[in-house]
């Protein structure tokens, strides 16, 4: 950590943030004042401010300016250094597609899908198909995990009434009713008493394409939705990956939305959708519902660019922390 960021940059006011980072700038700080002119921006777009020229006070319009041109210069060159291993390992005609990619991410250019409904809340990778449903034949393996579905769900049943196996995934919104998951990978971090209980499952998980993100990825559960629940719309964060359901328990009147087109799950029959979308999920039925979900690599990315948005993701991290944000 910097002795910017250990100073306690976020407790004081965006105007007094610039301040100490320009201090900070004429005493060629830069690393230090490039993470004080962040937080101050960050800060200040929270509160609905420094969005534009009509939410920023004519006074410090010159000075929010100069800020924002510092960060883009900046934080190009701190994800340009993280992805510099990527780049001896592929090249850079490999990567060719990621470009834009980085340039979105570093206030370069601005997201924009050609899907109005597809609104990534922190990465976007331009130039793959924008769908709120993926076709099975992206998912060849989705037949193998498909022959599985009595296995898991044997090893699902038997670990289901353990409570000190279960967490909760986060508020449905609904009330009493709730989602919790029995993880596997969460942020990143496996559950080993988890994988001890459901070995064939854990097993089977080691043979697919899971995002595989330091401290982030992968991220799979047994996902377990409880009578009246209803998960509220919401959006996930990048589309370079993709979210499967293998459907293990499913009463009447559960339902999965995606972009607004609705999806009915069937037992044993996998699905794979774009969480970019906005998407809500429902159990109306009078019993619980369970699906097992896992986040893999978008397919429609190569093998490079998977590296580097891995790497990005990780730079992109690292950043925030830095800044305390």
């Known amino acids: ?5 250990a100073a306690g940059g976020t407790a004081l006011t ?6 100490r980072a320009r201090s900070l700038e004429d005493r ?7 993470l004080d002119y962040y937080r101050a921006i960050i800060l200040a777009q929270r509160q609905g401010r420094w969005l534009n020229r009509g939410t920023t006070p004519p006074e410090l319009q010159p000075r929010v300016s100069h800020a924002m041109r510092f960060v883009k210069a900046g934080r190009r060159h701190f994800f340009g250094h993280a992805l510099e ?12 597609r990621f470009e834009p990619c980085l340039a979105i991410q570093a206030g370069e250019a601005a997201a924009a ?15 793959l198909p924008s769908t709120p449903y993926f076709d099975r034949s992206h998912f060849p393996w989705f037949e193998k995990l498909e022959r599985q579905t009595a296995t898991i769900r044997e090893e699902l049943l038997a670990a289901l009434p353990r409570a000190e196996g279960s967490e909760r995934v986060f508020a449905s919104g609904s009330g009493t009713p709730s989602w919790n998951g029995l993880y596997f990978w969460r942020h990143g971090e496996r559950r080993a008493d988890n994988h001890a209980r459901c070995p064939r499952t854990a097993a089977l998980l ?24 209803h998960i509220l719309p919401h959006r996930g964060v990048t589309n370079t990956r993709v979210v499967c359901h293998l459907p293990l328990v499913v009463p009447e009147d559960c339902a999965l939305v995606v972009g607004g087109e609705k999806h009915v799950w069937q037992e044993g029959r996998a699905v794979a959708f774009d969480d970019t979308y906005e998407h809500e999920a429902w159990n109306r039925g009078a019993s619980t519902r369970v699906v097992l979900i896992l986040d893999v690599w978008n397919p429609h990315l190569t093998a490079a660019e998977r590296d580097a948005v891995a ?15």
């Open 1 to 5: 950590m910097t002795d910017a960021a």
């Open 14 to 19: 965006p105007e007094a943030l610039l301040d």
């Open 28 to 34: 060629q700080r830069d690393g230090d004042a490039l």
């Open 85 to 96: 291993p990527v780049l001896a390992r592929h090249g850079r005609s490999a990567l060719a």
């Open 113 to 127: 899908p050609p899907d109005p409904r597809q609104r990534p809340s922190i990465l976007y990778f331009p130039g």
């Open 206 to 229: 080691e043979t697919l394409p899971l995002v595989r993100i330091d401290g982030q990825a992968p991220e799979v559960m047994f996902s377990v939705l409880a009578p009246g629940t």
């Open 311 to 325: 790497a990005l993701a990780v730079a992109i991290r690292d950043f925030n922390e830095a800044a305390g944000l």
